[in-house]
């Protein structure tokens, strides 16, 4: 019983550090952007990269259970199964190019505002 309790505690403070994460990479209201002199052109740029990488990870992962239902239901036919790898692979491949993408401009954002 300890352990489900421990579980269940570690399944929060995940909850709470994906909270964290969209609160440090969520733009602001359309209204702030609207200020003059509120925000640079840069910063703008950033958050559209930031979130147009958002979008092309949540592609990625479709396509990772794409391929894992064709992987599936393949039926044991050896064309299927190496189509539903490569489909996998590279969704897997641009899942994580997506990830170093907005780590990357989170850095060099960060370096260049001097943070």
């Not at 019983?1 to 579980?7: H, I, K, P, R, Y």
């Not at 969209?22 to 209201?29: G, R, S, T």
């Not at 840069?42 to 559209?48: F, H, S």
């Amino acid at each position: 019983m300890g352990l489900v309790c421990f579980q269940s505690a570690s399944a929060q403070n995940q909850f709470a550090s994906t909270q964290s994460l969209w609160e440090q990479i969520k733009p602001p209201p359309i209204s702030e952007m609207a200020q003059p002199g509120g925000r640079t052109p840069g910063v703008i740029i950033r958050d559209v990269v930031i979130w147009i990488m958002g979008f092309i990870g949540a592609i990625a992962v479709g396509f990772i259970v794409f391929g894992a239902i064709r992987y599936v239901t393949s039926a044991g036919n050896e064309k299927m199964v190496e189509e539903a790898k490569k489909i996998i692979l590279y969704a897997i491949i641009g899942f994580v190019i997506a990830i170093l993408a907005v780590v990357i401009i989170q850095i060099v954002g960060g370096a260049a505002q001097g943070q």
